[in-house]
């Protein structure tokens, strides 16, 4: 059982990025509730925003939306997070997710799986 992260790096402000998240094992990411989480030094985990199971629902956090989107490939049992319009506050630690609970999750605690988290660093 394993998400493995890929993308992330260094780009200016205003430039994008987008994060890969392969899931293995037991995960298919179309039957799990995948949620993109990101995490400053001192900080908790904060939710960017999710893709549900099933009809693939999408929702995010206010600071991202209209710049971010997530989505999923079913094909591939992959989930994408991009990100456009980056800004340096957006600067952090992403983490993709997933918990098979059923039910719409926005805290850190109710995930089950992790990504073992990519650094995404925006320059002013």
């Known amino acids: 059982v394993q998400l493995v992260q890929s993308g992330g790096g260094l780009v200016q402000a205003g430039g994008s990025l987008r994060l890969s998240c392969v899931a293995s094992?037991?995960?298919?990411?179309?039957?799990?509730?995948m949620g993109w989480f990101r995490q400053v030094p001192w900080k908790s985990r904060e939710l960017v925003g999710y893709?549900?199971?099933?009809?693939?629902?999408?929702s995010y956090t206010d600071s991202v939306k209209g710049r971010f989107t997530i989505s999923r490939d079913s094909a591939n049992n992959t989930v994408y997070l991009q990100m456009n319009a980056l800004k340096p506050e957006d600067t952090a630690v992403y983490y993709c997710?997933?918990?098979?609970?059923?039910?719409?999750?926005?805290?850190?605690?109710?995930?089950?799986?992790w990504g073992q988290g990519t650094q995404v660093t925006v320059s002013s």
């Open positions: 997710a997933a918990h098979q609970r059923g039910r719409v999750s926005t805290t850190a605690a109710e995930f089950d799986y």
């Open positions: 094992g037991r995960i298919v990411s179309s039957r799990f509730f």
């Open positions: 893709i549900a199971a099933g009809d693939g629902k999408t």
